[in-house]
């Protein structure tokens, strides 16, 4: 069984610009979550996806923000980049919305904001 | 707010020692608490979940517990060795809407 993917590996963007992330859950999965991981601050949780709506965010502004498809993959977009957008975006998917199921992650999206 | 640390934020051992990562959490409501493991530039490869109703978990040598009311978590890995290398992650899952709280991690070097 396919594990969670991310596309693309790298992107490098510059700042001002957009750019856009793509998640496949593991097949059955219908919870899509995003993380971010910038240097020196740990990793954070950024948005929650769940049967097509968005059902929470973290502490991120509002140029963060995505959409989950009829197929329950996802889209992450950042605009007007900032330098500090530089981290490692990580997707994960979970069976249904079970409290207790676990999550699995993909290998992330590296985004260099220059 | 849930908080969640981890000591030691870095650890060098020789092959073979036992070792124990620690993880704790300011908020014990937790619904399960799972551990990771990152290699460099890579993402997250789930080691063991444990949910909140339970006190340890174990997968080959590695063992997990969990002591939710003083809000702490021990990994221990037996018999260490150099694949054994990477950042150890803990993260607790607090509310039902809310995504994983992840500490900052635990980076292990097994020296040869």
């Known amino acids: 069984e396919a594990g969670v993917t991310q596309s693309p590996t790298h992107l490098i963007k510059t700042r001002g610009q957009q750019a856009t992330l793509r998640c496949s859950p593991i097949s059955g999965h219908t919870s899509v979550y995003w993380y971010q991981q910038a240097l020196g601050l740990g990793l954070q949780f950024l948005l929650w996806?769940?049967?097509?709506?968005?059902?929470n965010r973290g502490n991120f502004p509002p140029r963060f923000s995505g959409r989950q498809f009829p197929n329950y993959s996802s889209e992450l977009n950042v605009n007007a980049l900032e330098l500090e957008d530089s981290a490692l975006y990580l997707c994960?998917?979970?069976?249904?919305?079970?409290?207790?199921?676990?999550?699995?992650f993909g290998p992330g999206t590296r985004l260099t904001v220059l | 707010k849930q908080e969640v640390t981890q000591i030691p934020a870095a650890l060098s051992v020789p092959e073979g020692e036992n070792l124990v990562l620690n993880c704790s959490f300011t908020d014990s409501a937790i619904y399960n608490l799972q551990w990771f493991r990152q290699d460099p530039g890579k993402g997250l490869t789930s080691l063991l979940l444990?949910?909140?109703?339970?006190r340890e978990q174990t997968s080959g040598r590695l063992n997990a517990s969990l002591d939710k009311s003083s809000g702490r978590s021990t990994l221990y890995i037996a018999a260490s060795q150099p694949g054994d290398s990477a950042t150890y992650l803990c993260a607790v899952r607090v509310g039902g809407a809310d995504g994983l709280t992840f500490g900052k991690g635990t980076h292990l070097i097994i020296q040869p």
């Open positions: 444990i949910q909140s109703s339970q």
């Open positions: 996806y769940d049967e097509g709506e968005e059902r």
């Open positions: 994960a998917s979970r069976y249904g919305t079970g409290l207790y199921n676990e999550q699995f």
